[in-house]
């Protein structure tokens, strides 16, 4: 039964702005003082599971009891009083997007740092929290996890096959949970208050549901480079998750605070179980202990290897004669380059320049199939449609996102703006910008050491008719004299596609520090980063770079690479970052 709970907490309703713009429903418990005007300076951010909404935690935040802290819970897009079609969304990367803008939107509206926050989630909401951490680095104090889905039961041979095939046939396809309330909690009043709860719906989106499991695999399999405090707590009967999948979480997470607690004979519905109590009075300890922990004091400290180095290493080394991979990668390289490079057109280019160089980029955003008869160009589409080169293009628009804002900052205060990209090949996404804005006052410097990228610029600036607003210069990026070698001052400066490719720390902060002394006060840095690709053995072990080398690339976190801008100078504020999670685009400020 539901035991009364003393001097309840009323709370407050109110909507915000997501990415897209959707207006999104939260609710709001503050504390005394801040009614009268006091801000809080701690805050706790809840986030339901699938299916349900915020008001279902109103019993928690009462047991919770937890003095001068603001608790926020938002009712994800499509559950709740938030609008869209119940359960859906384009795809689940959505909803970690919109975890990104409402963490923001507290900060701005209530004036609490995200570094005096911690987060706890359900189920759902946990994987999204998870993926938040991993994703976005945030500065947060820590994070609780109740009954994480990393892997939902769903009890039918090949469910997920059969729901990806599903899906190709009805692209909005929707399944019901098949789970009754008496399966997700021991207390009756509760599984019965969830059956005639209306803002409670059944269906979740096939996209959803799909999105949910690569998401989480993808999270699990890199936990290493989340550094933030976790306490997992796991139901020990869970009849929706599997524990196995919450155990290799916790057992991968970088963290060297991480607990997992187990609570035998518990349901789902960890905070709604009759013994409830036990989970959030462990919770309750761990938020405290956050918030009472010091200020972590490594902010500042050089990074000499991120936590990627050891796999950018071993990717390096040649494998073992008696390693069946040795002969899988020979047999693949053979193929890909004596047929694959003789009829696709893409691959002839990445076998001649290398795969990593401006003209392949180039190629990759053109994103039109070429080759020798038809079997060649459907080998082309292939290569072309790889999760990487989808990657890239999807960072291309992120990147004219990223620059047509930073741009119309820069033009409410000055008449004229300045562009360099320091690695810009033949600069096709900066030419795109150029003729969407088709501003005069908007100029364009476009560096690199790759001279055939740009000629190869330089040609199609021509063709878009943009050769007076585009100027085309070799020059070195990790050189900061080099750097300085430029007519105009630039306002706002590009870095993509470039440190990716290098390993040494050393070298992207002599890089860095260049860039931020060439800029002026209040410039803006525009810089790319790969936290992780999915085939990153396949590509170091069968192609080449544009030194004719096997294209073994540095995958970094998001948190290695935000500090090492932040430790010359710059103030990160905003980053995109595509659905698989391959890249992400990030704006930082001198």
């Known amino acids: ?47 339901h599971g699938g299916h349900e909404h915020s008001g279902r935690f109103q019993d ?79 500065n947060v104090l820590g994070a609780v996890l109740g009954s994480p889905a990393f892997d939902v039961k769903l009890y039918v041979p090949l469910a997920y096959p059969s729901l990806r095939l599903w899906q190709k046939v009805k692209a909005n396809g929707f399944v019901s949970s098949y789970v009754k309330p008496k399966m997700l909690t021991h ?85 709604h179980e009759a013994e409830r109590a036990r989970p959030i009075a462990r919770a309750k300890a761990f938020i405290e202990d956050c918030f009472a922990a010091e200020p972590d004091q490594t902010k500042g400290d050089l990074i000499e290897q991120g936590e990627n180095m050891a796999i950018y290493e071993s990717l390096q080394q040649p494998l073992s ?25 893409g691959m002839k280019i990445g076998w001649k320049h290398g795969f990593d160089s401006g003209v392949m980029l180039n190629y990759v955003y053109e994103n039109k199939a070429k080759g020798r008869t038809a079997i060649g160009q459907f080998i082309d589409r292939i290569y072309l449609d790889s999760p990487g080169w989808a990657g890239i293009r999807q960072r291309g628009e992120h990147l004219q996102q990223s620059l047509i804002v930073s741009i119309k900052e820069k033009k409410r205060d000055q008449n004229k703006v300045t562009v360099m990209d320091v690695a810009a090949g033949p600069g096709r996404y900066l030419l795109n910008v150029l003729e969407d804005l088709n501003d005069p006052s908007v100029s364009a410097i476009c560096r690199d050491l790759d001279v055939v990228g740009l000629q190869e610029g330089q040609t199609l600036a021509k063709q878009k008719g943009l050769n007076e ?18 007519i ?19 070298m992207l902060t002599k890089s860095l520090q260049g860039i931020y002394d060439l800029l002026p006060e209040n410039g803006t840095l525009i810089y790319t980063n790969q936290p992780w690709h999915p085939q990153l053995e396949l590509i170091a072990r069968t192609l080449i770079n544009r030194e004719q080398k096997p294209w073994v690339m540095r995958p970094r976190s998001q948190k290695e690479m935000n500090q090492l801008v932040e430790n010359v100078g710059f103030t990160p504020e905003k980053m995109l970052i595509d659905n698989e999670g391959i890249f992400t685009v990030s704006i930082a400020r001198k």
């Open 469 to 486: 607003s585009v100027i085309y210069l070799q020059g070195d990026a990790f050189d900061p004299e080099s750097l300085r070698d430029t």
């Open 60 to 138: 928690l935040v009462e047991r919770l009891a937890l003095d001068n802290v603001s608790i926020f819970a938002w009712d994800a897009r499509g559950h709740g009083r938030s609008p869209g079609v119940r359960g859906y969304a384009d795809h689940y990367m959505d909803v970690v997007r919109d975890v990104d803008a409402f963490i923001k939107h507290i900060e701005r509206q209530y004036n609490i740092p995200s570094s005096q926050m911690v987060v706890m989630g359900h189920s759902v909401g946990s994987v999204t929290l998870a993926t938040w951490l991993h994703d976005y680095a945030p």
């Open 321 to 345: 004669s008696s390693c069946w991979k040795k002969y899988y990668y020979a047999v693949t390289a053979f193929v890909l380059k004596n047929i694959g490079g003789k009829l696709s057109e």
């Open 187 to 271: 207390d009756q009043e509760e599984a019965e208050s969830r059956e005639n709860d209306e803002l409670i719906s059944p269906d979740i989106a096939i996209r959803v549901l799909i999105s949910l499991y690569d998401t989480a695999r993808r999270v699990i399999a890199d936990a290493h480079t989340i550094k933030t405090p976790v306490l997992l707590l796991s139901a020990g009967k869970d009849w929706v998750v599997k524990q196995t999948a919450q155990q290799k979480f916790i057992q991968q997470l970088g963290s060297t605070n991480k607990e997992m607690s187990l609570y035998p004979g518990f349901f789902h519905e960890i905070y």
């Open 488 to 506: 105009d001052q630039p306002d706002i400066i590009i870095v993509s596609g470039l440190y990716e490719l290098f390993s040494d720390n050393k």
């Open 1 to 47: 039964m539901t035991n009364p709970i003393q001097n309840s907490m009323e709370a407050s309703i109110h909507n915000f702005a997501t990415f897209d713009d959707s207006e999104l429903f939260y609710r709001a418990w503050l504390p005394n003082e801040q009614r009268t005007n006091q801000l809080s300076e701690k805050a706790l951010i809840l986030f």
